[in-house]
Nanobody, 128 residues
């Protein structure tokens, strides 16, 4: 069992930055790849970014490429999502999630159904 707790959400103006953190506890953090997803009101949950257990592979959604960066610190059992150049359309509840994988990191990285553990979410609101 892994418990995930997100923090760092808030209200920011368009063009601003926020850094989300995800603190993990429970089973060995390095056993899991980590992902960030988001869900806006009335919309499906969507993939944002993912990172391998070593931190040497990452994948981003096209909508956030060049603006968001995912990272992890295995010594501290944390993952982070640095969000720059925020847009009103980035407004959503952001969730971190953990998954096992074998073989290719990229296989299943973008699918929410591949993730086993989820945090409670943190609200990000970008005003125009």
């Amino acid at each position: 069992q892994v418990q995930l707790v997100e923090s760092g959400g808030g209200v920011v103006q368009a063009g601003g930055s926020l850094r989300l953190s995800c603190a993990a506890s429970g089973r060995t953090f390095t056993s899991y790849a980590m992902g960030w997803f988001r869900q806006a009101p009335g919309k499906e949950r969507e993939f944002v970014a993912a990172i391998s257990w070593r931190g040497d592979s990452a994948s981003n959604a096209d909508s956030v490429k060049g603006r968001f960066t995912i990272s992890r610190d295995n010594a501290k059992d944390t993952a982070a999502l640095q969000m720059n150049s925020l847009k009103p359309e980035d407004t959503a509840v952001y969730y971190c999630a953990a998954r096992y994988y074998s073989g290719s990191f990229y296989s299943g990285a973008k699918s929410q159904y591949e993730y086993v553990y989820w945090g409670q979410g943190t609200q990000v609101t970008v005003s125009s």
